[in-house]
């Protein structure tokens, strides 16, 4: 790829990188900000990439249900924390003595049995945004956007160079 055309390239894709982490944040799914600060852009001999962590599609998609991550529930408590979720307070019945000392405090039992509950509704059920097909304000219109942006200014770099070849033959 030649350089003026690569800077052109180039440039469009850092602008959709900028459009999507918007859409993210405005969108509010944004929680812990890995997802956010996966994207990145690569440069290779024959064009330019941008790359996101492996479950940058469910920004849009949803999660289906099925098979889930080892250590799904640990993900989905560290989701609420990052979200701010709380679960009501669950006490313990059993009251502490010098044999038994509770391992977790009540909340952390509420937070830990609600990330649960989510986990396996996930796991058979998958997400509210699965269930109703998704969306396509974060990445899916902005792509095309884009490429009709590549497109045009493309067109009017090889228009000057034709125009510049043109005007040089005639002489």
């Known amino acids: 790829m030649n350089e003026p055309v690569k800077h052109i390239v180039l440039e469009e894709v850092e602008t959709l990188k900028k459009r999507i982490s918007d859409n993210i944040i405005s969108t509010k799914q944004n929680a812990s900000g890995k997802t956010l600060s996966s994207l990145e852009i690569v440069e290779s001999g024959d064009g330019v990439k941008l790359l996101g962590r492996f479950p940058f599609e469910t920004l849009e998609t949803g999660r289906k249900p099925g098979k889930v991550p080892q250590g799904f529930q640990g993900i989905i408590l560290q989701w609420m924390k990052d979200k701010g979720i709380t679960a009501s307070p669950i006490p313990y019945v059993r009251k502490p003595s ?45 792509i ?28």
């Open 98 to 142: 010098k044999k038994w000392q509770p391992e977790y405090n009540p909340q952390q039992r509420g937070d830990s049995s609600l990330a649960g509950a989510i986990a396996y509704k996930i796991k058979t059920e998958g997400t509210k945004l699965h269930w109703y097909g998704g969306r396509q304000d974060i990445y899916s219109n902005e």
């Open 144 to 171: 095309p956007a884009t490429l009709k942006n590549i497109r045009q200014k493309l067109t009017g770099l090889f228009s000057t160079e034709i125009q510049t070849i043109h005007i040089n033959a005639a002489k």
